[in-house]
Nanobody, 123 residues
Framework: QLQASGGGLVQAGGSLRLSCAVS????????MGWFRQAPGKEREFVGG???????IYADSVKGRFTLSRDNAKNTVYLQMNTLNSEDTAVYYC???????????????????WGQGTQVTVSS
């Protein structure tokens, strides 16, 4: 089970930290991904962290978003800085068994999904 939290309303230029608390599997032996979906748009990849701690990011968030994890808390974090209106979306975390990082950008490879948390950036 994945529980995403930390969303909210923030002004442009501000920051938020999303959390994905995981139960039933270990984040240290899983590939974890973050996706987002804005109204009327397809779900898009934001970033991913694999079992060894390596990360991958979408070009649109590179340099602004950072993934990390706390193995003791079995939680993955998405630190989002310098937010803009285009970051407004529902953010989802997802998990699966280890797989090549090159395919972590595809939502169809993930087996488990959280319920989503809304991020709204006001300009």
């Amino acid at each position: 089970q994945l529980q995403a939290s930390g969303g909210g309303l923030v002004q442009a230029g501000g920051s938020l930290r999303l959390s994905c608390a995981v139960s039933g599997r270990s984040v240290s032996t899983s590939n974890m991904g973050w996706f987002r979906q804005a109204p009327g748009k397809e779900r898009e990849f934001v970033g991913g962290i694999n079992w060894s701690g390596s990360t991958i990011y979408a070009d649109s968030v590179k340099g602004r978003f950072t993934l990390s994890r706390d193995n003791a808390k079995n939680t993955v974090y998405l630190q989002m800085n310098t937010l803009n209106s285009e970051d407004t979306a529902v953010y989802y975390c997802a998990a699966r068994r280890p797989i090549a990082m090159s395919v972590m950008t595809r939502p169809d490879v993930y087996d488990y999904w959280g319920q989503g948390t809304q991020v709204t950036v006001s300009s």
